[in-house]
């Protein structure tokens, strides 16, 4: 025992704290005004396309895009009170990515079960 969390371990740990989304509760949540933010790479936007409506940020600028109070902030970046779902490539990267904007004090922030793979398989929209 080396006394440090895996990655399995970690991830159920933070989720704790998350009130994660399924996909059609994240298409509602953006209906009411939720931002959708997607943080899979560029080749994986390219090859499956992206969601209509989401702000695209690639994950090692994320807390500076959305930092309410940073100068690199995204516009659509306006208040500790925004209900952001971040969605990565199948629902892990997310999850992290998630709890990161809580720490900035995004505290509605959660992210998407599955990933964009699961919205997909929703049969939800994709603009190519």
């Not at 994986?44 to 992206?50: N, S």
């Not at 209509?52 to 306006?78: I, K």
Request: proline letters at 3%; aromatic letters at 4%; one cysteine or more.
């Amino acid at each position: 025992m080396s006394g440090h969390l895996g990655i399995d371990e970690l991830l159920e740990r933070v989720r704790e704290d998350l009130d994660r989304v399924d996909p059609k509760e994240a298409f509602d949540a953006a209906a009411e005004g939720a931002l959708l933010v997607d943080i899979r790479y560029a080749a994986l936007r390219e090859r499956d396309g992206l969601i209509p409506g989401a702000l695209v940020v690639e994950r090692n600028e994320l807390e500076w895009r959305l930092d309410p109070q940073g100068s690199h902030r995204a516009r659509e970046a306006v208040s500790h009170d925004l209900r952001v779902v971040v969605i990565c490539n199948e629902g892990y990267a997310s999850s992290l990515a998630a709890v990161s904007l809580r720490q900035l004090g995004l505290h509605r922030a959660t992210d998407l079960v599955g990933g964009f793979q699961a919205w997909k398989s929703a049969g939800l929209p994709v603009e190519r």
